[in-house]
């Protein structure tokens, strides 16, 4: 190999990289912007609802709580689903730590390097 290749050898040691959107605290974090956000949907939703002039504006803030409720479950049903010990459907999930080992892909099959399965 000469000395300018050596830019193609592959890295015996690589850092698995975990998004920080993934983490504990930043899922929290989101449940609880978007719980606040259904609460300021409900509180506006409550106002609307008491003004006969803004009654046909009450879809706004209804709208908020919606998207707040939403993102919140979807939150909190995929952070169940991981502690349950079912499929984690993040796109940076790398099992292998060497490339000497086979890599498993999303529906838990080992492959090897050939493209066999080895299951």
Same mark, same amino acid.
Do not use: C
């Given at each position: 190999? @000469? *000395?300018?290749? *050596?830019?193609?050898?592959?890295?015996?040691?690589?850092?698995?990289?975990?998004?920080?959107?993934?983490?504990?605290?930043?899922?929290?974090?989101?449940?609880?912007?978007?719980?606040?956000?259904?609460?300021?949907?409900?509180?506006?939703?409550?106002?609307?609802?008491?003004?006969?002039?803004?009654?046909?504006?009450?879809?706004?803030? =209804?709208?908020?709580?919606?998207?707040?409720?939403?993102? =919140?479950?979807?939150?909190?049903?995929?952070?169940?689903?991981? @502690?349950?010990?079912?499929?984690?459907?993040?796109?940076?999930?790398?099992?292998? @730590?060497?490339?000497?080992?086979? =890599?498993?892909? @999303?529906?838990?099959?080992?492959?090897?390097?050939?493209?066999?399965?080895?299951?």
């Amino acid at each position: 190999m @000469r *000395k300018t290749d *050596k830019h193609l050898k592959r890295p015996v040691h690589r850092k698995i990289i975990v998004p920080w959107h993934d983490s504990l605290a930043a899922r929290l974090a989101t449940i609880l912007l978007m719980v606040l956000v259904f609460l300021l949907g409900l509180a506006g939703v409550l106002a609307a609802m008491e003004r006969p002039e803004y009654t046909r504006h009450a879809w706004v803030p =209804a709208v908020f709580m919606l998207a707040g409720g939403g993102v =919140a479950t979807s939150v909190v049903i995929r952070m169940a689903s991981q @502690r349950s010990g079912g499929k984690r459907d993040s796109a940076y999930e790398f099992k292998s @730590r060497s490339f000497n080992r086979p =890599a498993q892909t @999303r529906i838990g099959k080992k492959i090897s390097r050939k493209g066999e399965s080895l299951r």
